[in-house]
């Protein structure tokens, strides 16, 4: 049986490489490469993971540095619209994990269409849906949802210190995104939260403020809903703070040493418990980016506190912490390679810790265009009951596009 399904990953991964070899770009790029007629790399050191550049791009509002007065609107240049795709092989193994079901087949993973641009002068924009599509064979569902929806005012009064961006977006809180990670397993500290609480894997509501220098300092703050469970009728009451440094040129994503420090404080209520009163939650943070030679290692630490109510049958208030080291290696513009290492630490009487090992690699015959492959092995410990913990085997092998 293990032969057989060694073969058939091989036979995806195959495929793949067959697809890779006889495909023909299409005319379209994605949004702003066809925009700017630039490549991709322009702003992705590996689509869909940031450069130094892109990720100054995108805190400027979606304008090139520098050239703000040059901008095109969304009225004077090509259709704003995009669109992010991936399919292959997948094979996903559990065991001890009652409700999780096995998966060893091709299929079709997902669908985001993707809108963007300038308005007018420092003033920008970004809409994500994922559209509703019902799971079936070959298909992996997906629940349609605006992901992102949010303007964007950049540099006011002249200032980069001062920008400003309201709707629905990933935070800045989060040092590494999850919207935009090298791989399809998840940072799990970024997953870890109460039933229907703060997950830093989630985009949020609200508004947050945020600014750079010349000196390598950054900062970000944000007023945001936070958790499922508040109500219409709670007044936002999440809060987070966010300081950054970067050390030498660059912005510490592919050149420079960027370290940082975040903070939050939130509220929420138990699951279930549409009338219960609020309760506290905080998460406190330190991260680090740095760079030698073609090699980054990104590196996450966060603690939480959340009180005892919002953890089904907990005894006391809940301390956790985790993180993750994340190292990538581009040998070449078309080629990157990552390992990470995930790990959570729970309470002794939760006894749910989780672990995760994380290795893949992504080659790129076009910009957009990349031949995936990854393996990770999960694994939870078994909960205050004790027993087999439970564990998961992941290997993919598929084409990830945008067009």
Not at 269 to 282: F, M, V
């Amino acid at each position: 049986m293990a032969n057989r399904r060694l073969r058939l990953v091989l036979a995806g991964g195959f495929c793949a490489v067959l697809a890779v070899a006889t495909w023909t770009p299409a005319s379209a790029v994605p949004l702003f490469a066809r925009k700017y007629g630039f490549n991709c790399t322009m702003c992705h050191s590996n689509f869909p993971r940031l450069n130094d550049y892109g990720w100054r791009y995108r805190l400027n509002g979606y304008q090139l540095p520098g050239q703000e007065d040059n901008e095109k609107t969304v009225l004077e240049s090509g259709a704003p619209f995009a669109a992010r795709t991936s399919a292959g092989y997948n094979y996903d193994k559990f065991e001890n994990t009652p409700d999780a079901e096995d998966v060893n087949q091709f299929q079709i993973n997902g669908l985001d269409l993707l809108s963007a641009g300038v308005l007018g002068r420092n003033m920008s924009y970004l809409v994500v849906y994922p559209p509703h599509i019902s799971a079936s064979s070959g298909v992996v569902g997906q629940e349609g949802t605006l992901e992102s929806a949010n303007l964007v005012f950049a540099n006011l009064g002249g200032s980069r210190w001062l920008n400003v961006r309201a709707g629905r977006f990933e935070p800045l809180y989060v040092a590494f995104s999850s919207k935009r990670a090298l791989s399809v397993s998840p940072y799990e500290i970024y997953d870890f939260s109460p039933p229907r609480g703060v997950a830093f894997s989630d985009n949020q509501d609200g508004i947050e403020v945020y600014g750079w220098g010349r000196n390598g300092f950054e900062y970000a703050a944000g007023w945001l809903n936070g958790s499922g469970t508040n109500k219409q009728s709670d007044t936002a009451s999440d809060f987070y703070v966010r300081a950054a440094k970067v050390f030498g040129r660059g912005e510490g994503w592919t050149v420079g040493q960027r370290v940082g420090l975040v903070g939050y404080w939130g509220k929420a209520r138990p699951e279930g418990q549409p009338e219960a009163e609020r309760q506290s939650l905080s998460r406190y943070g330190i991260d680090a980016s740095l760079n030698y030679g073609h090699c980054n290692l990104a590196l996450e630490w966060l603690k939480g506190n959340d009180d005892r109510s919002l953890w089904a049958d907990a005894p006391a208030d809940v301390d956790w912490r985790g993180g993750f080291a994340e190292l990538t290696y581009m040998p070449a513009y078309d080629h990157v390679g990552f390992l990470r290492y995930d790990k959570v630490d729970t309470p002794a009487w939760a006894n749910a810790d989780v672990s995760r090992w994380t290795i893949g690699w992504r080659y790129y015959p076009q910009d957009q265009l990349a031949l995936h492959l990854e393996w990770s092995r999960r694994t939870q410990d078994a909960g205050p009951e004790g027993g087999c913990s439970a564990t998961e085997r992941f290997l993919t092998a598929r084409l990830d596009f945008a067009f």
